[in-house]
């Protein structure tokens, strides 16, 4: 575990729910096609190239259903795979195998997806300083699949909720009255409330910019559909006063460039919405 929402509480959750989503009153094909005390014997068939995800979470969930399956893994978490490697055996009652199957294939194949999508935009970044982030541009209800597959694909997590962390975009600032409103009223009712969170304050030019640095108080900016020599320019009006971050539109084209400014980090929506899963089967061995 290596992120706050990764807990065993968050976890379990996920998986009550998503069980409870497929399974219903009961998983009626298994039930009744196959004897209940029936053992057998399953693998993971990778069909596909890319970074495998999710196996700790396929582990969980099967554990879940039936604590008794045995599971031999043959990969981990974000190791390269290729067409025809097994990624574990299974072992356990045929009912519980496959009641737990789709939802463990879903995440596999999803997870494996967004990590192998991650970590090809990291190498559109190597050599630069900044971070690739993740955004809260996610399935509803699949978030914590979907961000710790970035981890293992080896981005970073942005703010997880609405909760931890303030972020002022284009609509509060609007809404607020401008930048400075916006910032100046936030840090009112964090104090009143007794909260310690970090502020961000998206920017969508340099006259924008030049009001935050006024202000101050913010931990991070983030330099929204800049091009890169306005990135540039932004990073040399900061001077090191704030973290900053590019957002908007970037992809594998101008990541490289954007890169190349010297922002801190960059947040890409895609990580989490453009994917490709990985193609992956639980077989039966008979």
């Known amino acids: 575990m290596s992120a706050p929402y990764l807990t065993e509480q968050n976890i379990r959750y996920f998986i009550k729910t998503a069980l409870s989503e497929d399974i219903g009153d009961g998983d009626h094909s298994s039930l009744g096609s196959i004897p209940k005390n029936q053992v057998s014997h399953a693998r993971l068939l990778i069909k596909d190239h890319g970074i495998i995800a999710g196996l700790t979470l396929a582990e969980r969930i099967f554990h879940y259903v039936d604590k008794s399956i045995k599971i031999d893994f043959k990969k981990k978490d974000g190791d390269f795979v290729s067409n025809g490697d097994i990624g574990f055996t299974v072992e356990g009652k045929a009912q519980a195998i496959l009641s737990a199957e789709r939802l463990v294939l879903n995440c596999l194949q999803r997870m494996s997806g967004i990590a192998t999508y991650t ?71 964090l104090k009143a409330n007794n909260l310690d969170l970090k502020i961000e304050v998206e920017v969508r030019n340099l006259e924008e910019l030049e009001q935050v640095l006024e202000v101050g108080q913010v931990h991070r900016v983030l330099l929204d559909n800049m091009l890169p020599s306005a990135i540039r320019e932004a990073i040399r009006m900061i001077r090191g006063r704030m973290e900053t971050e590019a957002s908007g539109g970037i992809n594998e084209k101008n990541i490289g460039d954007i890169a190349e400014t010297g922002v801190d980090f960059i947040s890409v929506g895609a990580l989490t919405h453009s994917y490709k899963s990985l193609d992956i089967s639980l077989k039966a061995i008979k």
């Open 119 to 189: 970590h090809r935009m990291n190498l559109l970044i190597r050599g630069s300083r900044a971070r690739l982030l993740d955004t809260r541009k996610t399935t509803p209800n699949f978030r914590l699949p979907e961000k710790w597959a970035v981890l293992i694909g080896g981005g970073v997590n942005h703010r997880f909720g609405l909760y931890d962390m303030v972020m002022l975009k284009d609509n509060h600032i609007d809404y607020a009255g401008g930048v400075k409103a916006a910032i100046t009223e936030t840090v009112a009712y």
